[in-house]
């Protein structure tokens, strides 16, 4: 079983940053990719970034690509999101989620994941 818990969100202007972790549980975590997703009101969740277990592949969504980062310290049990220039357009509940196979690379598929945080409010406005 994994378990997953956000953090970090909150209420910036735009062209602020934020960092928002994801804190697990679960004893296959380390070997499982990482990945961020976002849902505004209205729209279906939709792919943010993911990183494979061991880091050496991540994958970003255009609308976000050079603007955040992902990363992972498997030690802490930690997946990060930071978020850099932020635009009203980021505003949403951002979850994080495990893929359902191991030593997997992460997909944009939300189908391909068995495991979900609760979600954390990102809120970009002036």
């Known amino acids: 079983q994994v378990l997953l818990v956000e953090s970090g969100g909150g209420t910036v202007k735009p062209g602020d940053s934020l960092r928002l972790s994801c804190v697990g549980s679960?004893?296959?975590?380390?070997?499982?990719?990482m990945s961020w997703f976002r849902q505004a009101p209205g729209k279906e969740r939709e792919f943010v970034a993911s990183?494979?277990?061991?880091?050496?592949?991540?994958y970003y969504d255009d609308s976000v690509k050079r603007r955040f980062a992902i990363s992972r310290d498997n030690v802490k049990r930690t997946v990060y999101l930071q978020m850099n220039s932020l635009i009203p357009e980021d505003t949403a509940v951002y979850f994080c989620?495990?893929?359902?196979?191991?030593?997997?690379?992460?997909?944009?598929?939300?189908?391909?994941?068995?495991?979900w945080g609760q979600g954390t409010q990102v809120t970009v406005a002036s």
């Open positions: 990183v494979n277990w061991n880091s050496a592949i991540t």
């Open positions: 989620a495990a893929h359902s196979s191991m030593w997997r690379s992460g997909t944009a598929a939300v189908t391909e994941y068995d495991y």
């Open positions: 679960g004893r296959t975590l380390s070997s499982r990719a």
